[in-house]
């Protein structure tokens, strides 16, 4: 009984161990490369791969689908001259809907009158305590926090990102999650245009 499950899991180990040899071949054969391009990851992590189905990590990394979360980062716009047009308003609805509480928002003043200022001074994610769970993005109002694809951060220290770190281009946003984006731009558009719309209906 026991000799029968031994050689069982062997011989399946042993098909294994042959079928990559077998699809190297054939992938010579047609001229393509079975390791470390696009084509080669997207056929091993495929359902009906044959032979071996890991990746030589970090050489080789598996495609990261668009819905893909990891630590959050800011969105600014890119305006005249370069200029950051950062879409955060320091609401602070991000570090209340947070589960773990590693959201830190320093708020800015207007030095003369003292009343706070639609921009963040400073903010601050601690990306040790994060648990990728989206809800800060999901709830944020303005578009303005969206969830990374870069998962590499290992580091000797604490990952504490303040507002420089966390700062990216729209354009970036729009490279890593296209259709969201493209979506989201959408909405924007007509929410705008029925704006419009309505304040000429007003004016009339």
Request: glycine content about 8%.
């Amino acid at each position: 009984m026991y000799g029968k499950g031994i050689l069982k899991g062997l011989s399946v180990t042993w098909k294994r161990f042959w079928s990559t040899y077998t699809e190297d071949i054939a992938w010579m054969l047609r001229g393509k490369k079975r390791y470390f391009n696009e084509d080669g990851v997207k056929a091993r992590a495929g359902k009906d791969t044959r032979g071996i189905f890991t990746v030589q990590y970090p050489e080789e990394k598996l495609i990261t689908p668009e819905e893909f979360r990891y630590v959050p980062f800011l969105v600014y716009d890119e305006g005249a001259e370069g200029k950051k047009e950062i879409r955060c308003t320091s609401c602070g609805i991000c570090a209340k809907v947070c589960p773990p509480q590693c959201i830190w928002i320093v708020r800015t003043n207007d030095p003369n009158t003292g009343r706070p200022v639609p921009a963040p001074a400073n903010f601050f994610i601690d990306a040790d305590i994060c648990m990728n769970c989206g809800f800060c993005a999901e709830y944020c109002p303005f578009d303005a926090i969206k969830m990374d694809h870069d998962f590499e951060i290992a580091s000797y220290g604490r990952n504490v990102f303040n507002l420089e770190k966390l700062l990216k281009p729209a354009s970036y946003y729009a490279g890593i999650r296209p259709h969201n984006a493209a979506r989201e731009d959408e909405a924007r558009r007509a929410k705008e245009a029925a704006k419009a719309a309505k304040a000429g209906a007003g004016a009339a």
